[in-house]
């Protein structure tokens, strides 16, 4: 499933692949926003142009009104910025617009008895319009796109490859939903922004700035998993070395509830793997290296989620906690 999208150019690097427009000068909000874009409309757009190039020099109002009317409107949404917004073709665009609504408001225009300017279908013997309006027309979409193709040359277009299973729309604009819902309210809102800025790094190509995000959005939780357990929420260490020291001396207290070992060996893992070298301007994420990142990340935020809700029912899960006093004593009851 291929996406195709406006962005900034100094917002990708190395994006090959589902198709994305790059637009030298970015007319969006903020640097690196990214406009869906249906490619459809292209073809739309340009099935209305040549329908006007087709009108012939003695045609009747009856025969070109669609062609004018959807032309019309076609070249409006240009205008607009849809499918995609123009830059130096937007005169030519503007002048074709012009002669159009010209023409709709000369043969397909009436004055009500209110003094209202309404749509009229022409009359079946209605003169065919003079055959100059259409040279002039022709003439007018001819100049449009010359100007039109050239601008386009200079759109830089990609087509994004999908990363492994991921469905590319999703990864694009909504990573996080990945999470179960029913865990939504135990991973923090900055954990779930970095989430998404993780798959959309991830899905263009931007492989060392997805692992980047996905570390962020880790220890978004992590500062939450250690609120919980340490009954301090709201605290901040100064790194992740210091959170699982912190949560490996309260497990060994066995609490209830009580972080879970292998939460805190697989945390630790990431931190000695992928975190702190991550950091390094010489460290390269290969694409492998971001999705193993990735799939790490969304395990660790889901499991560390799940003993949050647990903890908040005041149930302790079997499987993710381990050494706990009611896992100890089910142990020796074994």
């Given at each position: 499933m291929g996406i195709f999208a406006t962005v900034s150019r100094e917002s990708v690097e190395d994006t090959t692949g589902e198709v994305v427009s790059l637009r030298t000068a970015c007319a969006t909000k903020r640097e690196a926003e990214l406009e869906r874009i249906n490619p459809y409309g292209f073809y739309d757009f340009g099935k209305e142009l040549h329908q006007l190039k087709e009108l012939s020099e003695s045609i009747t109002p009856q025969d070109a009104f669609l062609p004018i009317w959807q032309g019309r409107d076609s070249m409006r949404a240009l205008l607009s910025g849809k499918p995609i917004p123009i830059g130096v073709s937007t005169q030519k665009a503007r002048e074709l617009h012009n002669k159009l609504d010209a023409l709709m408001d000369e043969h397909f225009m009436q004055t009500d008895e209110k003094g209202k300017r309404v749509l009229r279908y022409p009359d079946a013997d209605a003169p065919p319009i003079a055959s100059w309006r259409i040279s002039m027309l022709k003439t007018n979409i001819t100049e449009f796109e010359t100007v039109f193709a050239e601008e386009m040359r200079e759109t830089a277009t990609y087509f994004v490859p999908r990363r492994g299973i991921y469905y590319t729309p999703a990864l694009v604009d909504s990573a996080d939903e990945t999470f179960p819902k029913e865990l939504a309210a135990f991973i923090p809102d900055k954990a779930k922004d970095d989430w998404r800025s993780a798959g959309r790094c991830l899905a263009f190509n931007l492989?060392?700035?997805?692992?980047?995000?996905?570390?962020?959005?880790?220890?978004?939780?992590?500062?939450?998993?250690?609120?919980?357990?340490?009954?301090?929420?709201?605290?901040?260490?100064?790194?992740?070395?210091?959170y699982i020291k912190a949560l490996q001396e309260i497990a060994a207290k066995q609490p209830t509830p009580c972080p879970s070992e292998k939460t805190l060996t697989e945390l630790d893992q990431m931190r000695e793997d992928y975190r702190n070298p991550i950091v390094h301007p010489r460290v390269v994420l290969s694409e492998g290296d971001a999705r193993m990142l990735f799939a790490n990340g969304e395990s660790l935020i889901i499991a560390m989620a799940q003993e949050l809700s647990a903890a908040a029912k005041g149930v302790q899960p079997a499987l993710a906690l381990v050494g706990g006093k009611d896992a100890k004593e089910e142990g020796k009851a074994g």
């Amino acid at each position: 499933m291929g996406i195709f999208a406006t962005v900034s150019r100094e917002s990708v690097e190395d994006t090959t692949g589902e198709v994305v427009s790059l637009r030298t000068a970015c007319a969006t909000k903020r640097e690196a926003e990214l406009e869906r874009i249906n490619p459809y409309g292209f073809y739309d757009f340009g099935k209305e142009l040549h329908q006007l190039k087709e009108l012939s020099e003695s045609i009747t109002p009856q025969d070109a009104f669609l062609p004018i009317w959807q032309g019309r409107d076609s070249m409006r949404a240009l205008l607009s910025g849809k499918p995609i917004p123009i830059g130096v073709s937007t005169q030519k665009a503007r002048e074709l617009h012009n002669k159009l609504d010209a023409l709709m408001d000369e043969h397909f225009m009436q004055t009500d008895e209110k003094g209202k300017r309404v749509l009229r279908y022409p009359d079946a013997d209605a003169p065919p319009i003079a055959s100059w309006r259409i040279s002039m027309l022709k003439t007018n979409i001819t100049e449009f796109e010359t100007v039109f193709a050239e601008e386009m040359r200079e759109t830089a277009t990609y087509f994004v490859p999908r990363r492994g299973i991921y469905y590319t729309p999703a990864l694009v604009d909504s990573a996080d939903e990945t999470f179960p819902k029913e865990l939504a309210a135990f991973i923090p809102d900055k954990a779930k922004d970095d989430w998404r800025s993780a798959g959309r790094c991830l899905a263009f190509n931007l492989l060392s700035a997805s692992g980047f995000h996905v570390a962020r959005a880790v220890e978004a939780c992590l500062e939450s998993y250690y609120g919980l357990f340490s009954g301090k929420p709201g605290q901040t260490l100064h790194s992740w070395y210091d959170y699982i020291k912190a949560l490996q001396e309260i497990a060994a207290k066995q609490p209830t509830p009580c972080p879970s070992e292998k939460t805190l060996t697989e945390l630790d893992q990431m931190r000695e793997d992928y975190r702190n070298p991550i950091v390094h301007p010489r460290v390269v994420l290969s694409e492998g290296d971001a999705r193993m990142l990735f799939a790490n990340g969304e395990s660790l935020i889901i499991a560390m989620a799940q003993e949050l809700s647990a903890a908040a029912k005041g149930v302790q899960p079997a499987l993710a906690l381990v050494g706990g006093k009611d896992a100890k004593e089910e142990g020796k009851a074994g």
